[in-house]
C-alpha cells in the first residue's frame, strides 16, 4: 500500500540488527505492512538509547549480539530512559538464559528470527497493547532451565576474560585483586562444569548466562 494510504497513526519501530542485509530485510517487508512504521536502523547496541530518545517509536526492535552493547543491556537502559516504548528482543539464539535476562530487563516479547515476517508484525502489534509475547518452545524450555547458577560479579568476570586476557587484566578493568578474580573463575568453572575459564565463557554463552 503506498504510504500515503496508511492509517493516520502508525506504529514507530526502531530496529536495531548488525547485520546489514537482515536489517534491510526485516525493514523492507514490516514497512509492507499498513500499519508499521521504521523510523530508526541501527547497527549498534550503544546507539539504541539516544536514537529511541530521538525518534521516540513505539516497539523497539532489538537484536542480541550487537557491537558497543548488547540488546539485553539497551533494554534495560530503554525501561529508565524511554518507559514508553516497548522492547521485542528478536534473535538467532533461542536460549532460554537469554529470555530470562530479556524479561529481567524488562522487554514484552521475545522471539527467534525464523518465524514468518506476519508473526512478527503480529507480535509488535500484541506487545504494543500490553501483552507480553514469548515463543512458545523457548518458553517451555526456560521453565525447565532454571535460574542462571552464576553471580553479577562472575559474570563480570567472564566478560572480561576473553580475547586473552590476563589476571592481571580482568583485576585491573573491574577493580579487583588478582587474588579475587581467581576465586571468581574458579567458582565459576566449577558451576559451568568446564575444565577452564575458555570452555567456562563458551558454556555460559551457550547457556544465555552471559
Known amino acids: 500500500m503506498p504510504r500515503d494510504h496508511r492509517p493516520a497513526k502508525c ?3 526502531l530496529l536495531a540488527e548488525d547485520q546489514g542485509m537482515m536489517r534491510g530485510a526485516l525493514a523492507l517487508l514490516l514497512g509492507m505492512e499498513d500499519d508499521i512504521e521504521v523510523v530508526a536502523q541501527l547497527s549498534r547496541g550503544d546507539a539504541i538509547v539516544d536514537a529511541a530518545l530521538l525518534h521516540r517509536p513505539d516497539v523497539a526492535l532489538l537484536d542480541i549480539e550487537l557491537p558497543g552493547a548488547s540488546g539485553l543491556d539497551a533494554a534495560a537502559q530503554l525501561r ?9 528482543i528478536l534473535t ?6 537469554y529470555l530470562r535476562r530479556a524479561m529481567e530487563a524488562g522487554a ?9 515476517v506476519e508473526e512478527l508484525a503480529a507480535a509488535i502489534r500484541r506487545v504494543l497493547t ?11 524450555a526456560a521453565l525447565g532451565a532454571g535460574p542462571s547458577p552464576l553471580t553479577a560479579r ?16 580482568i583485576a585491573g578493568a573491574l577493580h579487583l585483586s588478582e587474588s579475587t578474580v581467581r576465586n571468581y573463575l574458579s567458582s565459576a568453572i566449577g558451576k559451568t562444569g568446564t575444565r577452564n575459564r575458555a570452555e567456562a565463557v563458551r558454556e555460559a554463552r551457550q547457556q544465555g548466562w552471559l
Open 92 to 97: 538467532t539464539f533461542g536460549r532460554p538464559g
Open 154 to 169: 562472575e559474570c563480570d568476570v567472564l566478560k572480561a576474560s576473553v580475547d586473552g586476557a590476563t589476571v592481571a587484566d
Open 130 to 140: 500490553g501483552e507480553t509475547v514469548v515463543d512458545p518452545a523457548l518458553a517451555a
Open 11 to 13: 506504529i514507530r519501530v
Open 80 to 88: 529508565e530512559q524511554a518507559p514508553d516504548c516497548r522492547v521485542l
Open 108 to 116: 514484552a516479547g521475545f522471539l527467534v528470527k525464523d518465524g514468518p
